[in-house]
């Protein structure tokens, strides 16, 4: 028994909290009547399943009725239920129609399985069985399509709390293979948990609403996330209102008028997770976590308030990424996050335009616009993650934000936005090419001179000066001016690659990527930065 002591240990310290239900590997079809009500098939090609033979059961089923009944189930979006001739199982056809052309991406199967799961919810399946189908095009098909499937599952926080008896859609997911072995579907179906709790978490925090979710409750629910047997993530909370007023004034002046509330108090939550091995790279995140943007001072007006509860995008996508660290446990990897966690509220105490902050780097700031309160709330932390820099091995720094309206014109809904400065520079091409692999999508972008320009301060009174008066979207390059304000506040701008010390930094603006409120929150790109970062290490 104390050889297989430690097989125990690993299997009671898997937390399986943040899991929509009990996901496991189906061996064969035989038994699947018997076991699940519904069966969930997703494929580009319904008829031509019977060249895999372990799909003999099913496949002439689906043919038949795609060839004879409805030529339609192969048509993007549609979602054909099957009879059975035993009558005891549904069959669910989820159809991605064509993969092939050049616009065409593993996108197809998520939302295929995403649509089909949700008929099966509807439908009062309870355990179902999901069938996957390999595309040679797309090699994390299969995986892409477990991920979609597990998204239609997902119950928010707050029905959960307030309706425990509503906290699963289904009792069981099973998952089988058309192609693959045991072992690449455990490896598979191991990866899919790691992402999909990352994703919980970070849909817990950015979709809550404002009050289930303050500063002081977001530190809260953090703890319990990690509050689990052999959690390999420490977490610290700044939580005097003194210390953070004298290290990081700015984050401290955002949330001035907000701190008058003791519940809507700023916090700033500082994670970090050391894999066994060598350390190889320090990747250090910095999320933006404003709970509910009011605009401030420069107030919201027009109904443009509504939905700004999920500002919070960038420290959700810095929580749900260290979820999946401490669930896959990747090699030779160091990570540091902050959540940056305030309140813009409106009142007599806000800060203002005009005002001139003293930020913890001595750069003098001045305040143009209080709705531009992100890169605001960021910046002091940001200054702190870089002095840590100066003694990591290898690092990286990410800025993530939902921090611009800009960034949702210039690419649409769906998309993150990065960019890198010159010691960076690739990465973010790399990490779009791991988005593209795994359906969760990232347009580039370049920050340039002008970008520099635009924030130097207009007098002797200020070094830098935050924004202009108009919002994001009527600013040419309204999403990429924001990073260079973080590098020149945080005097990251002083260590490019002609610096004797360069240091790595992407920005990450993710405010197009989070889905559409009040709907379900993408979870991304939670996914698309495990996949570059955590995954290869695993």
Known sequence: LRYLQPMFDLFSSMDTRYLPCEIKRVDSLATAGSEYDTIVVVTHDPTNLSKFTTLTKIATTIENFVKNVDHSACNVGTTSVIPTTDGTTRIILGGTGPVTRDYDDVRRFKEAAENAMKKAVCAGAKKVLLVTVPYEKFPKTELVTLMGAMQSLYVPLEVKEAKPEMKQRIQCLGVFSADSDSKTMDTMIEMARGMESGKTVQRDVIGSDPERMTPIRTAQYMTDVFNNRGSNVKVTVIEDQKVIEKEFPLMAAVNRCANTIPRHQARL???EYTGTGDIKETLMFVGKGVTLDTGGTDIKTGG????????????????????????????????????????????????????????????RIRIVNTDAEGRVTMLDPLTKMRERAEKEKNPHIFTVATLTGHAVIAVGEGYSIAMDNGPALGTSYFLQGAGEEIGDMIELSRIRREDYKFHTGESEYEDIRQSNTKPSTQTPRGHITPAAFLMMGSLLDQHGKDSRNPIKYTHLDIAAADGTFPGIPTGYPVTALANQFILPNV
């Open 304 to 363: 443009n308030m509504f939905g700004m509860s999920r500002d919070k995008g960038g420290a959700a996508t810095v929580a749900g990424l260290f979820k999946t660290l401490d669930l896959l446990r990747p090699k030779n990897i160091k990570v540091v996050g902050y959540m940056c966690m305030v309140r813009n509220s409106v009142g007599a105490n806000s800060y203002t335009c005009d005002e001139i902050i003293t930020s913890r780097s001595g750069k």
């Open 269 to 271: 939550i500082e994670l």
